[in-house]
């Protein structure tokens, strides 16, 4: 007779063969194609159990064949949180029972507006904008202060984009669609006559820039084209301009403006004409919205009407008529008065720079998000809110689209709505016809589908998937450790987790992965893969294969693992993320899982009809690499069995103390060589011709019964099993 050894080798050398043997049985075929196309369509664990045929299947497919009539026990099990370590399935030694509830994801993945990471960033991105801003407010001015000297002309000047657009910034004037021409037509104006170019437009904006430069009308200089002082005035206005927050260095700026300015005011239409000018005096006399331009002009002129509107002191600090000039020899402000002003700005734009302080908004951000489940609710007003705290720190929208440098002013509410409510994969949607990227980023930073409503964030690689490989990984880490060494590759594991976490969050495209190595070898070695072993040209072929061509380059590699794999991102043919592919109680990676495990179990079962000592060999064989301790072994009956049979031990030690059996254990076999398939292949080797010796090749033994199910063994018995810990 043929013994059990070459029986084991005549499956296990040709392994890939002989599963696809298996897998195109007629019968195995048909059932993995059903379950194949109907998993998708289960929601709920009734839907699933009340479906036997995949019930069944996935029960066989994870060793629980046994178990399929209690489906109150296995409900239960499927139910269970894994994320809680005193849950169900966490309670049972048996660890088949954890592993076939992570194969579903029953209480579904998470809706959220935004998950941990994709707040992060945005957060992280908007406290750096500020940051951003003040470096190129510097870099804009030290450009301008440097190359300015070296204008000779007013066509030097024009020609230089970078100049030209600080000057424009500085006066408030559009960097698009003021034209090179009116510019020099402006600069080249005789000030002095009344029906120069300038003076025609009767704009103050348009005379000041004039005032700024030392033009001719030919346009040349004959000297400097602009003084210390010019310089000043137009850098100082440049930083007003440019700057969106309360800073020291924004402040300083205002009150140089301020003081250049002043000084040559003579009207107060004059004055009200320089939105810079009217936004220093709202600070100064603590002016809000409410009071518009037109009351801030009237009380300028008007002690009565300043007295009955509450803006005496405004009034005061200015010497204008009633008309709104300035009588003879007067000036707008006294010494004394600009003293005061400024004085009075200071203190108050003090309270703005405190005020201004990221970290306020940070907080409500992070508080507000959470609870967002619409956009109706993203886009809701500080105002509207119950914390009147909250009523001065910018909204939700505005933080958000100044994350991705987009001007809050620049976007009405109703079209972040219609942002948010596209689809950045349809390349006919509204936010790509946008036609800008900073768009495309702040839509993909959120999670709203097409009715603005939260929905699960779509990643590369689904959250619950994240878990499951963060689990292997570390599992696979720490598998054998003990004491410092636990301690220290747990940390080690920590630490790679969290990388994963953070940067699968972020990852939008297969290429991107595989650019990153040490994304690449957690994922590998999450499979119990060695990352040494894989080329990154093999890994590119594998990803770039369809998952349902049993004839593409991954399905035809001999470890279905690297199949496994890639079906775990969320990645369309293309390389890019896709919602298609992600699967609803199971994901695509964890269906060809099953898929796979069924075919293994049903060649097992196989070869068990011919010689129960095959199937235990080749069962040894798919559990060994998982195998962390001696308490595995006792509370695995068919691994059990394979031990006492390698080492010739009577069933009877079963009756001893758990500890003494796993010490016992221990004495015969190093639990770390079960990572060595060679090591592996000696065990199988002892183990076979043992069992040849004591049953003779093709009997059967009590390990028939354990793995096929034919012995009833009710859910309470097994359950009592179950409870068996490993201390």
Known sequence: MVSTYVSYLTVARNLNASLSNVASQATVARDSAYYKENIDKVTTVDEFMSDYKLYS???KAYGLEDMTYAK??????????????????????????????????????????????????????YEESFDTEAGDIADATDYFEDNISSITSVDDLLSSSKLKNYVLTAFGLSTEYTSS??????????LDETDSFVNQLDDEVYVNLSKAFNFNEDGLTDGDVMSEDQISLVTSAYAVASATIASSETGEAYDTYFAAQIGNITS??????????????????????????????????????????????????????????????DTAQTSEQTAATTAAFDENYEVLIANTDTEDAVDNYTTRIASVTSIDDFLVSNDDDDDDDNDDLPELWEMALRAYDIDPDSVSRSEVRKILESDPSDSKSYVNSLDDDRFVAFRKAFNFDDNGDVTVPLQAMSESVVDDYATYYKQN??????????????????????????????????????????LVSFVLEAKGLDPDDVTSDALEEMFASDLDDEDSYVNKLDDNRFAELVG?????????????????????????????????????????DSNTGVRLALYFQRKAPEISSAYDILGDSALFEFFTTSFNLSSYVSNMDVDKQAEMIDNFIDIEDLSDPDKVDDLIKRFTAMYDMANGTGTTSTALSILTGSATISADTLLAMAQLKSG
Request: glycine share 6%; charged share 30%; net charge negative.
């Open 268 to 329: 107060v239409d004059e004055l009200m004409s320089d939105d810079k000018l009217v936004s220093y005096l709202r600070t100064a006399y603590g002016l809000t919205d409410s009071e518009t331009d037109n009351f801030i002009s009237a009380a300028l002129k008007s002690a009565d009407i300043a007295d009955a509107i509450g803006l005496s002191e405004l009034h005061d600090a200015f010497n204008f008529d009633e008309d709104g000039a300035l009588a003879d020899g």
């Open 477 to 518: 880490k720490i598998r054998y450790l003990e004491g410092d060494e636990m301690t220290e590759a747990t940390d080690a594991a920590d630490e790679g987790i969290t990388y994963f976490r953070e940067q699968m969050a972020t990852i939008t495209t297969a290429s991107e992965f595989l650019a990153d190595d040490r």
């Open 568 to 608: 775990a991102f969320n990645f369309d043919q293309d390389g890019n993320i896709s919602a298609e592919p992600t699967g609803t109680v199971q994901q695509r990676g964890d269906v060809l899982e099953t898929i796979d495990a069924y075919v293994r179990l049903t060649l097992e079962d196989d070869q068990g």
């Open 57 to 59: 299947y996935a029960m």
């Open 181 to 190: 021409s009116f510019l020099k037509s402006v600069l080249t104006s005789d």
């Open 72 to 125: 109150a026990f296995m409900k239960k099990v499927l139910e269970s949180d894994l994320s809680d370590s005193s849950s169900f399935a966490n309670s049972l030694s048996d660890t088949r029972y954890a592993e076939f509830a992570a194969a579903f994801k029953f209480a579904g993945e998470t809706k959220t507006a935004q998950s941990d990471v994709q707040r992060d960033n945005l957060l992280d991105a």
